[in-house]
């Protein structure tokens, strides 16, 4: 329903990394029911009413890239993606519009996370009225996952980052909550055929 659009929150997705575990191919491309693995995460990212929403590339970017814009998604092309993960969330917040009031970084690694994930987190950034907190992370039993969501005012800590840390050095430096969610997904990544064969049974 348009009543539940993420108006006023944006979505840094992750569709740069080198597949180096995946014996050769890029994991992202390659088919899980019926579809490319990546494009169930912009099926999901398109259909949340997001203000902005930005998938940043680097091996295979004219591939994705035209993935992406099939689901109506923008693109930026991370040059430097091999030096690591800090470096396309860097692209990425610094390709988005500095008013978001959260950004959801998510992997484009794990397709089936469900849109009420991303509704749950920015149900509890806005019921934080105090602003306390400025990360939420959601959890499924005692397993953190993804997508992370930060509060804008974090975007030019995000767009500084370097190397193959991810976020994790600006998680560090602010008060994060853990969000319980009903979804199995948030930490079903693909990294190996034997991860793509195992989700290929998953629904």
Known sequence: MASDALTGFAAIVLAAGRSSRMGGANKLL????????????????????LDQCIVVTGRDHTDIAALAREYGLSTFHNAGFADGMGTSI???????APAARGIFIHLGDLPLVDACTFHTLATAMREDAA????????THGQQRGHPVL??????????????????????ARHAIRDVAVSDPHIARDVDTPRDLDAMGDLR
Do not use: Q, W
């Not at 860097?90 to 988005?96: D, R």
């Not at 602003?131 to 959601?138: K, L, Q």
């Open 30 to 49: 390659l088919p899980l029911h019926g579809r490319p693995l990546v494009a169930h995460v912009f099926k999901t990212l398109s259909g949340l009413g």
């Open 90 to 96: 860097a692209a990425g917040a610094a390709a988005l």
């Open 131 to 138: 602003s306390e907190v400025e990360v939420f992370a959601p």
């Open 150 to 171: 930060f509060r804008g005012a974090l975007l030019p800590e995000l767009s500084t980052l370097r190397g193959d840390t991810g976020a994790r050095i600006v998680i």
